[in-house]
C-alpha cells in the first residue's frame, strides 16, 4: 500500500543532507560527548528509583515466600507469569526486526534495530527475572537445567517449563549474540572516537581488535547472517513455547491448539508497541528525526495493526470454539470471561486491543507522533491484560465449582512488577548513554550514492 | 477482690533478645531476661495478646516466635523447665516398645459428660494421635472432629501451666494450704452450706463419689452443674413423659423409618458417634443388598442430619412441636391434648405420608427429637414411639447416665440467687467457663463478686479464672486418671498417656484434696475408687480371679465390661403432654452449638478453627444464619454486620445467608467471641452468649435485627455453591436403583487407556485405591481434622484461609440444587485421586511429583522447587502449596511434639497433598514382611477411613480381586470424578441415593437423550 506521498518514490529511510561524517558524528556523539538531555536523567531516575522498588520488593519475597504475593489456590500462577509472558512477548520486536527484516532485506530496519535488540535483552532479562521468583523455593532453580549430578536426576522433560528453560536461555544468548556482533563495528568506531583512557580501553577490549579490513567486513557479514538465520525461527519458537505453558494443561482456557500462533501474534504486537513507545520518546529526546523518520514510524503501526488483527481473530476463535465444541467446561470458561467476575477485565481487553487500534486503519494516525504513542502505550496495557485473563481467569474457575476462588494481586506483586519496568527503564537508558542507539556503520550504507544498498520498496 | 486486669504484652523486646541466644545460650539468656524490668512486668501479667499475629500471613513467622517465648518464658515462670536431654541407647529396653513404633493406649475422651472411647497413639512415650476405640460401644473405632483435635489441646502453648493467686505465680502447695484453711473454717463453723462446687456434667462415677464425699465432710455443700449444652429438656421430656428422669438411646441398626424432629442425630447426641455408624449400615446400598431406610427431617437450623434427610423440611424451632403434634395426632397417639396447627413448611400432605410410612414400619420406625427442643416435643417424641412399638426395638430407656437432681439452669439459678444473697462463702468451678457461658439474665459474674473465695480449675485460664482468687489448671486428659460414662452407661477408663506438661492436677484430684480422702495422688485415687467397687462386686462381668488382673483388663480395654445400663421398663404417665405453647410473633432467634468450636472450649484449637463448618463453610468465625428471603427483606447479604437485640441486650454479628434455614429466624452458633482465651481463640467471633437468656436457651422469639452498614469479613472455603448442570456428585433414585440396578446420570464419554500414546502402567504388586459412598457419607468434616492430625497438616489462619490458602489435604464439598429456600445439599469428600494419568505429573519441571510402582502419585517434597503447575493443572484442585513458612515451630518445641514422626514436616515453598497415608502402608508392609505374609486387605487403614463414622470410606488392593475396594468397583453406582479428562482417578466415588417417599415425590420420568443407565 502506498500512501498520498504525490510522488512516485516512497519515503526515504533517511532524511537527505547526510554524509557518513554527519551520521557519525550525530549517532557517536549521544555517547562521546558526555553530556546528556536533562531528559535522560529524568528518564533514568525515574528508573533507578523503580529498580530500588524491585530490589526491595525481591528481598522480600525470598525473606518471606511467594505467599506475599496474591496467588492462591485455585490461582497457582499470578503477576509473575503475566510479566513473564508479557516480558517476554516484548522481547520479540527485537529479533523480528534484526532477522527477519534483515533477511527480508527490509532496510528501514536499520534506524531501529539497534535499540529493538536492546531493548529485546532487557526485556528478556526482567521476564527472566520471574520464572526464577516466582518459585517457592528459587535456590533450587538449577534443577530444571540438564546437568550431571550425584542425584542421578535430570529434568522431567515432559514439562513445558523445561522447555522454557531451554526456549528464553537459547533466545536469550543468541539476542545478546546477535547484538554484540552487530555492535563491534561502532564499538571500534567508540574506540577511535574516544578521548580518554576508560573510553579507549573499554571500547577497544569490546571491539575485539576490528580494524575495518575487508576480511573483517566479509565475516562480519557472514557471521551477522548466519546469526540471523538462527534467530529467526527463536521468533517463532520462543512464545510457542511459553504459549505450550498453557496449552499443555488440561484447564479450560488454556488447553487449546490456537495458542502457539496466537502468542506469537500477540508477542509482535506487544513487540512492536514497546519499540513504538521506546522509538517515539528517544527520537524526540535526541533529535533523531532524520534517522528515525515518519515512515518508520508508520511502518511499525502497520505490523502492530495487521498482527492486532490476528490477535483479534485469536481472541473470536477461542470464544468460536468453545462455544461450538460445545464442551461444558469450556463454555463455561468463555461464559465466566465474558459476564464473570473478571468480565472488566475482558471487556476492557477487547477495547485496548481490538477496537482502539483500529484507529490505525487511518493515515492522519499513523502521521501522528503522539497518536501513535498513545496507540501504542495502550496496545502495552492490553497485552498484559490479556495474559491476565489467559492466567487468572481460566484458573480461577476450572471443573470443580467448589475449588473455585478469586485472586487479587497485593501490593508486593504490584511493586515486583513495576519494578522491573524500573529495571527495563534502568538498563534502556544506561544502553543509551554508552552504546549507540542506531547502528553507525549501517546508516552509512543507506546515504544515497553510498556504499551500500539502496533503499528498498517494502510497502 | 482486687482482680488483676491483665493487659497484652509487648513481647517484641523479650523476643527479640532470645532470637539472639541460641542453644544452651538460650536459657542462660532466660535467666538474665528475669533481671530486666520488662520481664518482671512480664510475669505479673499473664495472657500475651498477639492473636492478631496470627491473622496476618506475613507475620505469622513472628506469631510463632513469640509463641515460642511465651511457653519458654513461662517454663521459665514455672520453674519447671524441661531436663537437659540426653540422647542414650535404653540399657534395658522397656517391654514392648521398640523405638520408631508407636504403641497404642485405651483412654476416653468425654464431651459434654459422655465419654467416647479413644486409642490414644504414643510414639516414645508422646502422644500423636487419636482414634475411636474399637471396642467401645460410643465409638467402635470412629471418631469426630472433636476427638480428633482434642490432641492439640494437649500442646496447646496457651494452655494454664501455673496455679495463679489473684493473678499472680503461687504454688499447688500453697492453694492446698489456703483451701485446707478455708474447708477447716467452714468445717468447724458448720458452715459445709456455704461451700459450692460448680461443675459440667459428671458423669464419672468416682468424682461422683468424691464430691459426694465432700458433701459428707461439709454437710450442706451444694453441687450444682452447669454445661451451656445441657440435655436439660431432654431430661423434662422423659419426666413428663415417664414420670422420671430416664435416659433415652436409639438402636438406628434396628431402625427403618426415622423422623428427625430438629434433632442433629450425626452430631449433638452423646450417641451421635455410634448412631452413624449403624444408620449408615441400615442406608448402605450395594448390588447385592438393595435396601436403604429411610430418613425425614423436619428441622430448623441446617444440620448434616437434614442435609442426608431424603425429605427435609424446614420451619422455624418453634413451629417444631406444632409438626410433632400433628404427627402425633394423626398417628392416633393417646393422650394429646388438642392437635395444633400445622405450620408453613408442612402440609397435610406431608403428614400423611410420613404418618402412614411410620406406622407402616411399626416397632422398625424412630422419632427423634432435637436436644434444643423444648420438654414438650421430648414427650411428643416419646409418646409417638410408645404408640408406635419402637419402645425396646429401636429405643432404649434406661438409668440416666448423668446423675442430677434437677435440671442444670435451675442448679446455675439457685447458685446465683444464693452468691447474690451471701449464701456463699467458697466456690469452686471445676471446669467450664460460667462467667462467658452462663445466661445473660443470671449475670453470673456480677453475683460472683459476693462470693468470698473463688477458685477455679481449667484447662485455659478463661473467663472466669480471671474473676477467680484461684485458678489451678487442669490435666488435659492423655495426662489424667480418671473415668466417665459412656452415652450408654458404659464406664470408659481414662488414662494418661504422658507425665503432665504443666503444673496441673486432675479434678479427682481436687476433689479427694476437698474430701479429705486418704489418696490425693490420680491414679490412686482412681484405682482404689475401682478397688472398692470391685471388692463390692459392683462389676457384673469376671475380669478375672484378682482386682489387679481386672484393673490391667480395664485399663488395656479402656472400659470397665458390662457397664452399659440396661433396658428399663417405662410406662407413660397421664398428662404426659405438656400442652401446646402459643408462639409469640417476630423474628427468632436459635442458639446452637457451634459444630466446630462447640461451646466455646475449642475456641483456642487450631485445628478445629480451621475446620470447615459443614454447612457454611466457614471457619474461624460464626455468623448469624440467616435464609436468603430474610436476608433480602432485611437488605442484608454476606458479611454485613448486625445489631442483634433481644430482651433488651444486644449483639453485634456479621450475616452468613444460609439457604435451608427457615424464614424469619436468625441462628447464632456458640462458642466464639471469647475474649480470655489462648491467641488463636481470642477475637474469632461474636458472643451469642451476650443474648442467651434462662428463658432462652435454646430459641426464642422476638429478637430484633437492624443492619449497621458496616462489614466483618468471613473466610469461606468454598464460594460456589452450584454444581453448575457437571456431573460431580451423582444422585440418583433409590427406587430406580432397587428395580433396575443402575441409575441415570448425565452421559460422559470416558477415554479408556488404549486412548493414550503411552503405555498404560504395570502394576505387578499392589495397586492401591479408594472409594468413598456418597450415599453414607455424612460431611461431618471428621476426616478432615483427622487428615490434619495425622499428617501434620499446618494450620494457617484466617487471613490465608481467606485467600484460598488452606492446607487440608482433604476437604468436604458442600453443594446445594434445586430452590434456594430449601435446597437438597450434598457432601463430597475430594483429596487426592492418585490419577493412573495424572495431570499434574507431566508439568512438573523437576520430577517432584511421580507415579509409584503401586499406583500412588507420590510428591517429593525434597525434590520440589515449588513452580506450583502441577496445582494449576490439577482438576480436582487437591494439591495444597506452602505459600509461607506455616511449620516454623523453631521456637515452639511443644508444637513439634504433637508432630507424626512417620510424616515429614513440609517446609515452606513446596507443594503436599493426599499420599493415601503412604506411612500406614509402608507400615503395613513391614509389618507383613516381619510376620512373614502377604499383605491382606484391611491391613491398611488410612486416617480418613479410620476416623469416618459412617464407614463411607473403603480404601485397599485393587489387585486384590477379593478386597473390599475390588468389590466396590464393581458395584454399578460406583462413578470416577471428572473421567471423562482421562486422568482415570484411583479414587472413586459410590453414587448418593435418596430414598424418596413415593407418595411425596411421583418419579419424574427424564428424556434418555440426557442421561445414560448403568
Known sequence: ?459 | MTHQRLHSVELTELQDKLARAQGKQYWRSLDELAETPEFVEYLHREFPEQASEMNDPVSRRRFLQLMGASIALAGATACNGQAVEKIVPYVRQPENMIPGRPLYYATGFSLGGYAIGALAESHMGRPTKLEGNPEHPASLGSSNSYLQASILDLYDPDRSQVVLNNGRIATWEGFIAALGTELATLEASGNGSRLRILTQTVTSPTQIDLIEAVQARLPGAQWHQWEPINRDAVRAGAVAAFGEPVDTRYDFSRASVVLSLDADIYADLPGSIRYTRDFADRRRVRDDDRNMARLYSVESTPTITGASADHRWRVRASDVEAVARVVAASLGVAGLEGSGQLPDGVDAEVVDALTADLRAHAGTSLVVPGEGQPPAVHALAHAINAHLGNVGETVVHSEPVAPQPQSQAASLEALVEDMRADAVGMLVVIGGNPVYDAPADLDFAGALDAVGTRVHMGLHANETSELCHWHVPENHFLESWGDARAYDGTVTLVQPLIEPLYLGHTALELTAIMAGAAETEGRAVLESAWRDRWAAGEIEVDLGPTFDKAWRRILHDGLVPGTAYPARPTALVGGWDLGATVNSGGMEVIFRVDPTVYDGRFANNGWLQETPKPLTKLTWDNAALVSPATAERLGVANEDVVELTYDGRSVRAPIWVLPGQPDESVTLPLGYGRTRTGRVGTGTGFNAYTLRTSDALAFATGLDVAPTGRRYQLASTQMHHSMEGRDIVRVGDFHEFESTGGIQHPHTHVPGPEESLFPPYEYNGHSWGMSIDLNVCIGCTGCVTACQAENNVPVVGKTEVANGREMHWIRVDRYWSGGVENPETVFQPVACMHCDNAPCEVVCPVAATVHGSEGLNEMVYNRCVGTRYCANNCPYKVRRFNFLDYTDYDDAPMMKLLHNPDVTVRSRGVMEKCTYCVQRINVARQDAKVDGREMVDGDVVTACQQACPAQAITFGDLNDPDSAIAAAREEPLHYGLLEELGTRPRTNYMARLRNANTTLNPPVERSDSEVEHD
Open chain 1, 1 to 459: 500500500m502506498t500512501e498520498p506521498q504525490g510522488v512516485l518514490k516512497p519515503d526515504p529511510v533517511i532524511e537527505p543532507g547526510h554524509d557518513y561524517g554527519s551520521i557519525t558524528e550525530k549517532i557517536a556523539s549521544i555517547v562521546d560527548t558526555g553530556r546528556q538531555p536533562k531528559f535522560w536523567w529524568v528518564g533514568f531516575g525515574i528508573g533507578f528509583a523503580l529498580m530500588q522498588l524491585f530490589l526491595v520488593s525481591a528481598v522480600w519475597l525470598l525473606w518471606e515466600g511467594v505467599g506475599v504475593w496474591g496467588i492462591n489456590n485455585p490461582v497457582g500462577w499470578g503477576f509473575a507469569i503475566i510479566n513473564l509472558v508479557w516480558w517476554i512477548g516484548i522481547g520479540h520486536a527485537g529479533t523480528l526486526i534484526s532477522a527477519i527484516l534483515l533477511l527480508l532485506r527490509q532496510d528501514w530496519r536499520t534506524s531501529i534495530n539497534r535499540f529493538a535488540e536492546a531493548m529485546t535483552l532487557f526485556a528478556v532479562a526482567c521476564a527472566g527475572m520471574f520464572p526464577l521468583l516466582h518459585m517457592g523455593r528459587p535456590w533450587f532453580f538449577y534443577w530444571l537445567i540438564p546437568y550431571p549430578n550425584t542425584f542421578g536426576m535430570w529434568p522431567q522433560f515432559r514439562s513445558p517449563l523445561v522447555w522454557d528453560v531451554f526456549a528464553i536461555s537459547t533466545y536469550a544468548t543468541a539476542s545478546a549474540l546477535f547484538w554484540f556482533i552487530g555492535l563491534i563495528p561502532d564499538l571500534a568506531t567508540l574506540r577511535d572516537r574516544a578521548t580518554n583512557r576508560t573510553g579507549k580501553f573499554v571500547y577497544g577490549l569490546l571491539s575485539m581488535g576490528w580494524r575495518g579490513s575487508a576480511v573483517h567486513w566479509y565475516r562480519y557479514e557472514v557471521a551477522y547472517l548466519l546469526l540471523a538465520g538462527l534467530a529467526t525461527p527463536l521468533v517463532v519458537s520462543v512464545h510457542t513455547v511459553v504459549s505450550f505453558d498453557f496449552a499443555i494443561g488440561i484447564i479450560p482456557g488454556w488447553h487449546a491448539t490456537i495458542f502457539p500462533p496466537y502468542f506469537v501474534a500477540g508477542a509482535i504486537y506487544a513487540g512492536f508497541a514497546m519499540v513504538l513507545t521506546l522509538a517515539i520518546p528517544i527520537r524526540w529526546m535526541y533529535g533523531l528525526h532524520d534517522f528515525i523518520t515518519a515512515r518508520h514510524l508508520r511502518n511499525m503501526a502497520k505490523v502492530m495493526l495487521a498482527t492486532g488483527l490476528i490477535v483479534a481473530y485469536g481472541y473470536s476463535m477461542e470464544a468460536f470454539m468453545a462455544w461450538y465444541s460445545g464442551a461444558t467446561y469450556e463454555t463455561a470458561m468463555i461464559e465466566h470471561r465474558l459476564f464473570g467476575s473478571f468480565a472488566h477485565i475482558f471487556w476492557a481487553l477487547i477495547a485496548v486491543n481490538v477496537v482502539i487500534p483500529q484507529v490505525l486503519w487511518f493515515p492522519q494516525v499513523r502521521r501522528s507522533t503522539a497518536a501513535l504513542f498513545c496507540v501504542a502505550m495502550v496496545v502495552n496495557v492490553g497485552m498484559w491484560l490479556e495474559r491476565y485473563l489467559i492466567v487468572v481467569t481460566s484458573l480461577s474457575k476450572d471443573f470443580l465449582p467448589s475449588s473455585w476462588g478469586e485472586y487479587a494481586a497485593t501490593r508486593w506483586d504490584w511493586a515486583t512488577y513495576i519494578g522491573t519496568i524500573g529495571l527495563f527503564l534502568t538498563l534502556m537508558f544506561l544502553f543509551l548513554r554508552v552504546l549507540p542507539l542506531i547502528s553507525i556503520f549501517e546508516m552509512r550504507t543507506l546515504v544515497p550514492g553510498g556504499a551500500g544498498k539502496k533503499g528498498g520498496d517494502d510497502e
